[in-house]
């Protein structure tokens, strides 16, 4: 079965710095990856998605993620986190059947200035 | 166009009633996945229904049902509610049959907290 590890709960970061959430995936097969942000009380909003092709996929609000099957690894990166970008962020697997998607367990992230 | 829409999107229910959530999905889009999130399980997949046919199911009781209409809007029924269903219920509409070759679009969700 599919399955998506998160293994960060937590994340702080100072505004400004640089950001990376780890994503680790189970899939038989070529996964199909997706990165959403959640801010409290809301739903998810997609931010990349990774089908095949180019490993590194850019995203809205300056995230790119790279694919990488050697390690079953999808990250989240940002170069410089800007305040706003605090939220919850899953990582998810499209599976086999139909539009079901697997999450991750989220990671919070927070920004101090 | 618009999003996808859930109502209400707040509701408070005592334990034993049974609650209908309703979520309109991108205008064109046929599949429509329900999820369930709670602080101690995370997101977890209900069901998905695709062109009023019901595709793949979570592992939820059968108290847990849903349907969707021929204009692709969907229901979903929790009845005998207990406690434990307090929790964000999303959905998500997509156009095509499968992950694949297409993304998800979420609603914001219907907040139920069951006392």
């Known amino acids: 079965a599919q399955s998506v590890t998160q293994p960060d709960i937590h994340i702080t970061v100072s505004e400004g710095a640089s950001l990376e959430l780890r994503c680790n995936y189970s899939y038989g097969a070529t996964p199909y990856l997706f990165w959403y942000v959640q801010s409290p009380g809301q739903g998810l909003q997609l931010l990349l998605k990774y089908f095949s092709g180019d490993t590194l996929v850019q995203g809205i609000k300056g995230f790119e993620a790279e694919f990488k099957r050697s390690q079953s690894s999808f990250n989240l990166r940002k170069p410089s986190v800007h305040w706003s970008d605090a939220a919850e962020y899953f990582c998810a697997v499209g599976a086999v059947e139909g539009n079901k998607l697997v999450f991750g367990a989220g990671t919070i992230l927070r920004v101090k200035s | ?115």
């Not at chain 2, 999905?25 to 369930?36: D, T």
């Not at chain 2, 009781?61 to 809007?73: E, I, T, Y």
């Open chain 2, 1 to 115: 166009k618009a999003g996808v829409t859930q109502t209400p999107r707040y509701l408070i229910k005592t334990r034993g009633q049974q609650v209908t959530l309703s979520c309109s999905p991108i205008s064109g889009h046929r599949s429509v996945s329900w999820y369930q999130q709670t602080p101690g399980q995370g997101l977890q997949f209900l069901f998905e229904y695709f062109s009023e046919t019901q595709r793949n199911k979570g592992n939820f009781p059968g108290r847990f049902s849903g349907r969707q209409f021929s204009n692709s809007r969907s229901e979903m029924n929790v009845s005998t509610l207990e406690l434990g269903d307090s929790a964000l219920y999303l959905c998500a509409s997509a156009s095509r049959a499968r992950t694949a070759n297409t993304e998800a679009f979420f609603g914001q969700g219907t907040r139920l907290t069951v006392v």
